[in-house]
């Protein structure tokens, strides 16, 4: 964009307001990449975790860091969520001290959170009856996406608040597809990530099976990736973090178990019979068993025949 972000004005619900300046709660990697991001756009941003160590990496690269929700409300009526799971979101919204007691008029919350749909949207109507507005926008592409800029974000909420998201959601992706009502993106992040489960999976699978007979690892992925097997996993994460043994790509095991386990319960809300779906769930459920928490998510291949 050409235009200088942080004079521009628009008008929401009748309200003038400058959009120049946001607030973020949760400065961990995702959280202190979006940061970088919006700061290089030249948005003014405001932030508060309760960690330390991470306040600090954020105050170095920029970030203005408030005490606490209370006084990043005072500064922004637009704030973006980086949070671990429903549970902090909610806590950040409605305890005591958050979001709900001391948000400007008519603010406007993203939360890039893997969170849960039903918590969303009962979220969402709460906010909506105080005048506020809550989008779901959870997010692809890891700390090295946000930092740059180019993740991917699917969209939950009315369409005049991803109307009034717009200039902050460019600055930190390179793709928004909106998927309709409120917790429509959590739903459609949880199934992704499922999907990623699975396909780190059946990838590990079947490199174990193409070593076994001969083939070259780094050969095969390459073939692959030519051919009508590719994904993300086999693009991405196999060169990337796992034929090299790296396993740094900044996701833990603990997160996507937790999105593997909430995709689980989606199908059972839903009545369905997944049979497949049902297998890569147990698998990921048992890693916890012998591969740490923190571990990078990517090592889940250690419990199939690639790590044998």
Partial sequence: MSHNKS????????????????????????????AQSLLREGFNVFG?????????AAKEVGVSIVADIKALCAESSVIILSLPMAKHVQAVIRNKGGIINHAQP???IIDTSTSEPEVTRSLSTEL??????????????????????????????????????????????????????????????????????????????????????GLDPEDLIAGLNAGSGRSAISEVNFPRWILNQSFDSGFTMQLMRKDVRLAKNMI?????????????????????????????FNCIIKNTGLGE
Wanted: glycine share 14%.
């Fill in 7 to 34: 004079d521009r004005k628009y008008k929401a619900k009748g309200i003038d307001m400058v959009k120049g300046t946001i607030g973020i709660v949760g400065l961990g990697r995702m959280g202190n990449g979006m």
């Fill in 48 to 56: 508060t975790d309760i960690g330390e160590a991470q306040r600090q």
């Fill in 268 to 296: 059972g809300e839903m009545g369905l019979e997944l049979p497949l779906a049902e297998q890569v769930a147990e698998i990921w459920a048992q890693s916890e068993e012998n591969i740490p928490d923190q571990d990078d």
């Fill in 106 to 108: 008519n603010t406007l």
């Fill in 128 to 213: 909506d009856q105080l005048g506020h507005q809550l989008l779901d926008c959870p997010v692809s592409g890891g700390p090295a996406g946000a930092e740059a800029g180019t993740m991917v974000m699917v969209v939950g909420g009315e369409r005049s608040s991803l109307e009034r998201a717009k200039w902050y959601l460019d600055a930190l992706s390179s793709k928004v597809v909106y998927m309709g009502k409120s917790g429509n993106g959590h739903a459609a992040k949880l199934i992704n990530n499922l999907l990623c489960a699975a396909h780190l999976v059946t990838t590990a699978e079947a490199v174990a099976l193409g070593t076994k007979a």
